[in-house]
């Protein structure tokens, strides 16, 4: 198994439209063969579909991960992001970022900017995740 360089938790909450493209989007970016990146999908406890359409989601270029939350709020489902992160291995170093639909192009491209600035063997000893909320 590959170490993972990036990741990207993407908090959600009854926005299953936003996710799919938010998604989609995701599958555009584009890392150095040595570089791996997953997209951490927590449902906050969504009723619009969202579980049952990450169940179904096989997306193209990156690891995608999900898990619920069903205490309410953003700061809860920040907190599972972390604590579903934080059991691996490299700990990771965290960044946070609140993302519209207007925005998910822009944040999806800094971060693939981002990874093709990381080289060295140094560099990849260590995950970079990101957090979206949707």
Known sequence: MSLTNV?????????????????QE???IHVDASMSW???VVDNGS??????F??????DGFRLRWTTEQR??????LNRALAEREA????????WTHASSAVVRRNATAMASA??????????KRARPAVVSL
Do not use: I, K, M, Y
Request: hydrophobic residues 35%; aromatic residues 6%.
């Open 26 to 28: 995701f599958t555009r």
């Open 88 to 95: 691996e291995e490299p700990p990771p170093t965290w960044s």
């Open 7 to 23: 990741t990207v938790a993407v908090c959600t909450w009854n926005r299953v439209q936003l996710l799919a493209r938010t998604l």
């Open 115 to 124: 990874c093709r600035c990381q080289s060295g063997a140094s560099a990849r």
């Open 72 to 77: 309410p709020g953003l700061s809860a489902a």
């Open 38 to 40: 997953e997209a951490l």
């Open 47 to 52: 009723t619009d579909g969202t579980s049952e």
């Open 54 to 59: 990450l169940a179904a989601c096989r997306p």
